[in-house]
């Protein structure tokens, strides 16, 4: 369900602008039309700081996330979050410099190691009684081979098949080898410049570290900023002519705070002027589900938001939602672990977003029933033929859609079933959308749309299915089909023509017709993903079964084998049942229920902070 909007124009004298803006911001509950384009240094400058300051908190993030020996709380001294954002990032800009520094440092000292430790003061002090050194590489078969008659040569060191040697006499040697540059330092001064920066990049590492504990006030920083941004964007998009003196605004607020919102602006002098939305007013949309229904609303947000006029399905999502997942992802021991790991999430990781675990609870108790009720799987053991286990031979009682296909409620039909039924809830939500928010003549095509359906359901099942339940009322549905044939012939565009529309609802009527056929069969993935998980854990078992046949150190390696099956099962399994629901019902029921999307969120103008 979404909130009632209503429409309003807020006029105030230019000069009382910023007041006015001030006291809007405060009510907290006006939805602003504001300019996004609106540009200035102010905002420019709130703009780069938030940068900063989400710039800072990513670093203080990763940072902890790394083993670091540091002691937070120890090193902070700054006093404000302007400082400490400054500081963040000038510690890992010095961070950057140093690994630089060091990458540069490695590559050279690759290139020293192969001469040595050699004392530089000696080679200067030989240079210094006329003695010439040069440095050289060579292969060594090029090497071994060449007389060098007055040239004094000493071999370094070898690498393969390469050689490094120098060359000393009184006058500078000529030979026939690559002569590479005298290394400036030796590896050891290498090694003390590189541990230096690397003590130093730590020591930078640690502080940003210490600064875990003030992630808090930064994020508070960052929301103050937000608010500050806010407020000048929407300086800037009042409407009107200054010389004029007097400037508007218009906004959104819902329907239920109406006394809240005219009861204030006539207190502060505020002139404003209410009205009902118009049709073609973009009407921003708030949803007004509460408890069970609520959970759904991230599903909802996934696809788009529905438009002000037209039908939130939040509420049938909620139905539908969870027997698909349950269904597809089809074994009891599965959702077990579902609700157990959302149940754990609940106190740990999932305690700030406590709805997402409560969605995942509901999700894993559903497939908990399910997997019970549909084939009877936990963990890919049948519950039938396990009547060596009291548990399973109880539960098996429960098994009321079987795999059997001698059952008319097998797996595979009520896959279908609960398509077909999805399917006619879409198809009436959209009669109902039609009729609420246009006219009851826009809503007759669609109308015929849910006789057709109904008309060709029964007419399959009593004549082509013998089900004897539906053989009495065939003459009711073949009246149901001409009517609805009917109705879409001649509802369907109402601008035409008669004989042109009657003519041209022959495209309709044949969309109608292939889409029940694929629109229904689009539900079969219900069942295949459902058999799927569960002969993929049968097969798991199986194999880690004839593992552990192979003694002790089999049963170990079974062990192994059977966590690591099911888990990768069971990972695909729910990756599946996330996935094709969301498909089914972004296509198939969005598709039968006409929605249109392209909501705009309901974002009040309001301070993130007091």
Not at 7 to 33: A, M, N, P, R
Not at 144 to 151: L, N, P
Not at 231 to 240: D, I, V
Not at 366 to 373: K, P, Q, S
Request: net charge neutral.
């Amino acid at each position: 369900m979404k909130q009632k909007m209503k429409k309003i124009s807020v006029l105030t004298f230019y000069k009382d602008k910023e007041e006015t803006t001030s006291l809007l911001q405060q009510l907290g509950v006006i939805h602003l039309e504001t300019d996004k384009n609106a540009y200035d240094d102010n905002i420019k400058e709130h703009q780069e700081y938030l940068v900063q300051i989400n710039k800072a908190m990513q670093i203080v993030q990763e940072a902890n996330g790394k083993e670091n020996p540091g002691k937070p709380n120890d090193i902070v001294s700054v006093q404000t979050p302007g400082e400490a954002t400054s500081r963040i990032i000038s510690l890992q800009r010095e961070i950057a410099l140093n690994s630089q520094k060091i990458e540069e440092l490695r590559k050279e000292r690759l290139k020293t190691l192969p001469w040595g430790d050699f004392d530089k003061s000696k080679v200067q002090l030989l240079e210094q009684q006329g003695i010439h050194f040069a440095f050289y590489t060579a292969l060594s078969n090029d090497f071994y081979d060449f007389d060098f008659k007055d040239t004094v040569s000493q071999l370094i060191s070898t690498d393969g098949k390469k050689v490094y040697f120098v060359t000393l006499g009184d006058q500078p040697a000529t030979l026939p080898f690559n002569q590479v540059p005298r290394p400036e330092r030796t590896v050891s001064e290498i090694d003390t410049a590189l541990d230096k920066l690397e003590r130093k990049n730590e020591e930078f590492l640690q502080e940003i570290s210490s600064f875990g504990d003030y992630l808090e006030n930064l994020e508070k920083e960052k929301q103050e900023v937000n608010n500050r941004l806010e407020y000048q964007t929407t300086l800037l998009s009042y409407a009107g002519d200054e010389k004029g003196q007097i400037i508007h605004l218009k906004g959104w607020y819902p329907k239920a705070t109406e006394h809240k919102v005219t009861s204030t602006l006539q207190k502060h002098g505020i002139v404003h002027i209410t009205e009902e939305p118009k049709p073609y007013d973009i009407v921003p949309v708030m949803f007004k589900n509460d408890g069970y229904t609520r959970l759904f609303e991230p599903i909802t947000r996934i696809f788009q938001l529905p438009h002000y006029y037209e039908l939130d399905l939040t509420p049938l999502i909620a139905v539908f939602y969870p027997i698909f997942f349950a269904y597809c992802l089809g074994d009891a021991g599965y959702g077990l672990i579902v609700a157990g790991i959302s149940l754990a999430g609940w106190f740990t990781f999932f305690k700030h977003t406590r709805n997402i675990a409560l969605l995942g609870l509901i999700l894993g108790v559903f497939t908990m029933i399910m997997g019970i009720v549909k084939s009877g799987s936990i963990f890919g053991i049948p519950l039938e033929g396990s009547e060596n286990v009291p548990l399973f031979s109880y539960l098996s009682r429960f098994v009321y859609i079987p795999d059997d296909q001698r059952f008319v409620f097998n797996a595979f039909n009520v896959s279908l079933m609960i398509g077909v039924i999805q399917i006619l809830t879409g198809v009436i939500s959209s009669i109902v959308n039609k009729a609420m928010y246009q006219s009851a003549l826009a809503a007759m095509p669609q109308l015929g749309k849910l006789l057709i359906i109904l008309g060709v359901l029964v007419l399959f099942l009593a004549n082509m299915q013998n089900v004897e339940v539906f053989k009495p009322y065939v003459p009711a549905a073949k009246i149901a089909l001409f009517t609805g044939l009917a109705l879409v012939l001649v509802s369907h565009n109402v601008t035409l023509p008669l004989l042109k529309r009657i003519g041209s609802g022959i495209l309709p009527l044949f969309f109608i017709f292939t889409g029940i056929l694929g629109d229904v069969l689009s539900y079969v993935r219900l069942f295949a993903l459902g058999v799927a998980s569960s002969v993929l854990g049968s097969v798991v078992n199986q194999i880690g079964m004839q593992i552990m046949e192979n003694g002790w150190w089999g049963v170990l390696l079974g062990i192994v084998f059977l966590l690591f099956g099911h888990g990768l099962n069971l990972v695909l399994a729910v990756l599946g049942a996330f996935v094709h629901p969301l498909r089914l019902t972004f296509v198939e029921f969005y598709n039968n229920a006409q929605f249109e999307g392209g909501g705009v969120e309901y974002k009040p103008f309001r301070k993130l902070t007091d």
